[in-house]
């Protein structure tokens, strides 16, 4: 079947056209994307303004279009932190049904954390063991770990690469004194809640996705996305430390001229940077590989799962 995967993250709004069925890769059909930027829409007490509820609701109406035309016989329809920590989430909730029909199921951190993980174990299968996945989007960090395919222990936090920026990297470049503090906000978030993560055995396979650490694995030297999925790709934590210093030195328009980083993500590349070292180091992991699948994969193979099972 034609399946629609609408995922209105904090930066970008993504319908994901992919022809689906039990037992198969799903295979990308079309993608139709726009920097909404939901994250910088919010106002002093946490609501999302009018303006940023327009783009949301014009961004929606457009990609209900594109799944129409393309054939899609079904679409799922989900949005993540931007949205859920609004504090007017039913008000923009309410606003996109009203004007577009598409009802948009609100995803809770940890349920991120758990769909990711279940697309990873499917990537890369189950002789790849006990998996830690780690995943920074814009407004929040996720992490889980397993050997089957729902994880033993995970956590979702608010440090996402787009929050932080927002609220602690102000500058451009950013001040030294702000870059100290929030290396130490990061640090003491994680390090708060790894106790079940250090109760369990470690990994025998440490996997990272998300555009930042696609971006970051490619300072890095990774090979670029044009080489295809298939591609090994990994992020080191001695990359990390070198970059994360020197990231803090430059401009936004310096880093969109690094390779791999687009204009719109250049702004927060460093807090990414920072909470990924953040993250490998207290978990003691030397390298993650780049899994091409994330939470969109992980949607659609749940709803093959069902449809499989009946339901």
């Known amino acids: 079947m034609r399946l629609g995967v609408l995922d209105i993250g904090s930066n970008t709004g993504h319908l994901l056209v992919v022809d689906a069925a039990g037992g198969a890769a799903p295979m990308p059909a079309y993608s139709f994307k726009e920097p909404l930027r939901l994250a910088e829409h919010l106002d002093d007490d946490g609501a999302m303004t009018k303006k940023g509820i327009k783009a949301l609701v014009d961004f929606v109406g457009a990609a209900l ?6 054939g899609c016989e079904e679409m799922l329809s989900f949005a993540t932190s931007a949205t ?30 758990r769909l990711t993980f279940l697309a990873v174990r499917r990537w890369f299968g189950w002789s790849s063991g006990r998996l830690l996945v780690l995943d920074i989007g814009g407004g929040s960090l996720e992490m889980a770990t ?12 608010p440090l996402g690469a787009g929050r932080l920026t927002r609220t602690m990297l102000p500058g451009n470049p950013p001040r030294a004194e702000d870059v100290k503090a929030l290396r130490k906000h990061v640090r003491t978030s994680i390090a708060g809640r790894l106790r079940p993560f250090e109760a369990l055995a470690r990994p025998d396979h440490a996997v990272a996705t998300s555009k930042t650490f696609k971006q ?33 030195s430059m401009s936004n328009d310096e880093r969109a001229d690094l390779p791999g980083v687009s204009v719109g993500r250049a ?42 099972a009946g339901t």
């Open 216 to 248: 970051l694995a490619r300072l890095g030297g990774a090979p670029p996305s044009s080489d295809g999925d298939r591609t090994p790709r990994l992020l080191t934590l001695e990359d990390l430390v070198e970059w994360v210093p020197r990231l803090a």
């Open 65 to 70: 279009e594109v799944a129409e035309s393309k």
């Open 84 to 113: 859920r920590d609004a504090s007017n989430s039913d008000d923009v909730l309410d606003a996109v049904k009203d004007e577009t029909g598409v009802v948009l199921d609100v995803l809770p951190g940890e349920d991120e954390a």
């Open 146 to 157: 397993g050997i089957d395919e729902l994880p033993d222990a995970l956590m979702s936090l």
């Open 267 to 308: 702004p927060q590349l460093l807090a990414g940077a920072i909470v990924a070292e953040a993250a490998m180091d207290l978990l003691d992991l030397p390298e993650v590989q780049i899994c091409p699948w994330a939470l969109r994969e992980g949607l659609i193979l749940r709803r093959l799962d069902w449809m499989r």
